[in-house]
């Protein structure tokens, strides 16, 4: 979850001077940035340095992740020939994540790492709206008002998504997450109508790989049980819903992650370990758990707090 992210001086020192498309495209980097946390808090996997929206640039689309805002889009995909303009990701488009990932595999002597690709729907959402969104409008109105070319865009995006998650794989990455992050603005119903047959499509087209997938959303609560149905075996959670609720609500057969709001880290210790525990012991109660924040750590975290957490997990889980 951003574990790399921007509260880690060591993070801010190797990224200065460069952008974060241009990081991404530059293999030392990304096994440097990638081993970081991994190197401060022993975590139990690595996540892939990279961003949701590097295939798409990978192919052409016309995009910037701009500081303090986020993935930017010059021209906002609105119509069919938007769409059309999409094409299909193949290895050689991008080199650098093969090579990096085959990097990263040796570097982490065991420790597994996750490859992850961005939902349809929020990679929807930021090509249509030409950047983040509070309201999701324009990605609605063409869900509402354009179904036909919803479903079109989506299947591209489908397309390119499951190719890029296989190359992860293929690279050497044990485990991918699916972070359809902003979901959650969509209704059960919408979301059955208009998103499920597409992730479930790329949860199965991974089913040969045997490697275990995640699926993850914010403000999910309500989706939990349809986010299930996709097909993926392990269902992340935020912190909205506690997790022996998630478990009810995801039903059987699937693991769940989650799900410590990352701002509790904000408290004193002696909050946070309760907390911490508490996600724990309700965690017991699905098939399997991955302790992890709700979302990404905040960038004004303390480093300290986040090492206590991870030692304070290590042993309780040991027990
Ligand atoms: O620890 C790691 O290295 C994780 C790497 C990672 C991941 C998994 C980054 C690096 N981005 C992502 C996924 C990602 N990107 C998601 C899904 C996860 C989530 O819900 O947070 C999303 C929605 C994005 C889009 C994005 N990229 C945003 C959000 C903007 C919005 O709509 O609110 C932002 C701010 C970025 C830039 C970005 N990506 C990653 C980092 C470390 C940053 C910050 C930029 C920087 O350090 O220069």
Not at 34 to 43: A, C, E, F, K
Not at 119 to 144: C, Q, V, W
Not at 161 to 167: H, S
Request: proline share 7%.
């Amino acid at each position: 979850m951003r574990q790399a992210g921007r509260s880690l001086p060591e993070y801010r020192r190797v990224r200065e001077g460069t952008s974060m498309l241009a990081a991404c495209a530059t293999p030392d980097l990304v096994v440097e940035i990638t081993m970081q946390p991994v190197r401060r808090y022993s975590t139990d996997a690595a996540i892939f340095f990279s961003d949701i929206v590097v295939p798409l640039k990978a192919i052409g689309v016309g995009l910037d992740i701009v500081p303090g805002v986020g993935p930017v889009v010059d021209s906002p995909i609105r119509d069919a020939s938007g769409v059309a303009s999409l094409r299909p990701i193949e290895p050689g488009d991008v080199p650098y994540v093969t090579e990096s990932v085959q990097s990263l595999v040796k570097e982490l002597d065991g420790v597994p790492l996750i490859g992850f690709a961005g939902g349809p729907f929020t990679l929807a959402s930021y090509l249509i709206e030409g950047g983040p969104s509070k309201n999701h409008d324009r990605t609605k109105a063409m869900m509402y008002g354009e179904p036909e070319l919803w479903h079109e865009l989506m299947d591209r995006l489908t397309t390119i998504t499951l190719a890029f998650l296989r190359i992860q794989v293929a690279a050497g990455a044990s485990a991918i997450q699916l972070f359809d992050s902003w979901v959650g603005a969509v209704a059960p119903v919408d979301y059955r109508t208009y998103v499920l047959p597409h992730t479930s499509k790329i949860f199965a087209g991974l089913a040969d790989l045997n490697v275990p997938r995640i699926h993850f959303g914010v403000g999910t609560g309500e989706l939990l049980g349809l986010m299930g149905e996709a097909g993926a075996d392990v269902v992340g959670v935020d912190w909205r819903v506690p997790l022996d609720e998630a478990a009810l609500r995801v039903g059987a057969g699937k693991a769940l992650q989650g799900n410590l709001d990352p701002a509790v880290l904000f408290a004193p210790w002696d909050v946070v370990e309760p907390r911490a525990r508490d996600v724990l012991e309700r965690g017991r109660v699905a098939e399997g758990h991955v302790f992890n924040l709700g979302h990404g750590v905040l960038p004004s975290t303390d480093p300290d707090q986040l090492a206590r957490l991870a030692d304070f997990v290590h042993e309780a889980s040991a027990r």
